[in-house]
């Protein structure tokens, strides 16, 4: 008989998360995101919403781009700042749903939507790589503010002595 399959580990996501790595994600983020929007190639678009549904799902355990970040680019840079991980993973979830809806849209012909959501995906992408603000984490902590978000699914978003 075949052992079980834990799927809490399947779809685990890291908690806590080094922000370098996440930065660095965002950066590629960005980097393909205004290559696709350049050429209009819609197949980036599909790339990029797969890149994001890999990484909500799986954490940056299978997705190229967190895989060279997590991997390779962070060990290069040797920083490490750990933040929580239910934010960001919220945040992913933003841009897998704002990536996807792009890519339905340009199926469906409605191309200048699908690049203008496309266009606020690049600049919430770059406020993550190039300033640290990460937009999907802010909006968690809000509905986390207002109840909307349980405490326990980041204790350490609601207790400050836990983030140290």
Do not use: H
């Not at 080094?18 to 197949?43: D, K």
């Not at 503010?145 to 349980?150: D, K």
Request: include cysteine; proline fraction near 7%.
């Amino acid at each position: 008989m075949s052992e079980l399959i834990d799927w809490r580990k399947v779809f685990a996501f890291p908690n806590p998360v080094n922000e370098y790595s996440a930065r660095i994600t965002a950066a590629l983020v960005v980097l393909l995101s205004v290559a696709t929007l350049l050429t209009g190639f819609g197949w980036g678009l599909a790339v990029i919403a797969v890149g994001f549904w890999l990484r909500v799902l799986f954490g940056p355990r299978i997705s190229p781009f967190a895989v060279l970040s997590v991997k390779i680019l962070t060990p290069l840079l040797g920083k490490k700042r750990l933040v929580p991980g239910p934010p960001k993973r919220f945040a992913q979830g933003i841009g897998a749903a704002m990536s996807t809806a792009a890519a339905i849209l340009l199926a469906a012909g409605l191309a200048p939507a699908a690049w203008i959501l496309l266009a606020v995906l690049i600049l919430a992408a770059s406020l993550e790589a190039f300033a640290g603000f990460c937009l999907g984490c802010t909006i968690f902590g809000w509905l986390q503010r207002r109840g909307m978000i349980p405490d326990d699914v980041c204790e350490a978003c609601n207790n400050i002595p836990l983030r140290a």
